[in-house]
């Protein structure tokens, strides 16, 4: 499969992220029939014979889209696979896969030559998240098709580093598919992702307040009601260092500010640990400030591309194809802007 042919349908450059117990089959067949690549993480289907029937839910509906709107066909679906070893579901959950030919696996927390192989001999890709260049180098050479970059300020496990570093150091060398992670909840840091070099922005907060999502209203309300100063970076609750919302760590008795490192080496992907800590402490990035009301999923992605719209015509009308010096367009903008103010 070329890797440019499951990425022909959308109608944003988005990659929606698999988000533990958020993402299921209503969200996915949302986000794809929108034009995004949706997707979900395996162990979200439980129990595991369960995600047999979600590959078929997904496939037929999509197929269903598809016979309906040839104009717009759908976008690619993805399954998210957890490759720690704490994970015992891996192997069925991978032959699971192979009978759907999922178009896309999202590898976490592992890259593993094996992995790759399975999903090349379905004719599928493989992207692999990584936190810095290292990692990102590890993947590749084990067989990964594409890279997500997961920079500061995304939910769940993030990065620490700067999108700006992690991107610089990611295209120095490495020329295939990049999505870019990172407090990414509007059009215009869409736009920015691709300045940076990514093909795609990586979204994964946003997709919380739809009514789609397998949610409380609760956890929806607070994405609304969030800014980035209500993110708390912390290993506690699963081992890895991830972004969480404030209110959701106080509600369970914590203080957010004061809290224990936690021993990485007790890292439990696949049991109850991180399940109980997911769906008590709610994971999220730093762009939810962009999030306003709870809206089904399509109605987001109109909202981005609006706003990516809106955001590449006044880049184009400030820097397209203007040849004068960077610094009379920059004084030129800045007085545009102070007279549109006045």
Known sequence: MALSAPFANLSLPVIAAPMFIVSGPELVIAQCTAGIVGSFPALNARPQSELDEWLHRITEALAAHDRAHPERPSAPFAVNQIVHRSNDRLEADMATCAKWRVPLVITSLGAREDINAAVHGWGGITLHDVIDDRFARKAVEKGADGLIAVAAGAGGHAGTLSPFALMQEIRAWFTGPVALSGAIACGRSILGAQALGADFAYIGSPWIATTE????????????????????????????????LRGSIEAAGLDPDNLPESDPSKMDFGGSVAAKAWKDIWGSGQGIGAVHAVTSAGEQVARLAAEYAAGKAELLGRIGNDTRSPRSVIASGAAERHSSDA
């Open 213 to 244: 999502a397998n949610a409380t209203p609760a956890y929806k309300d607070g994405i609304v009601a969030g800014s980035a100063k209500d993110i708390v970076y912390t290993n506690l609750f699963t081992g890895v260092h991830g972004n969480y």
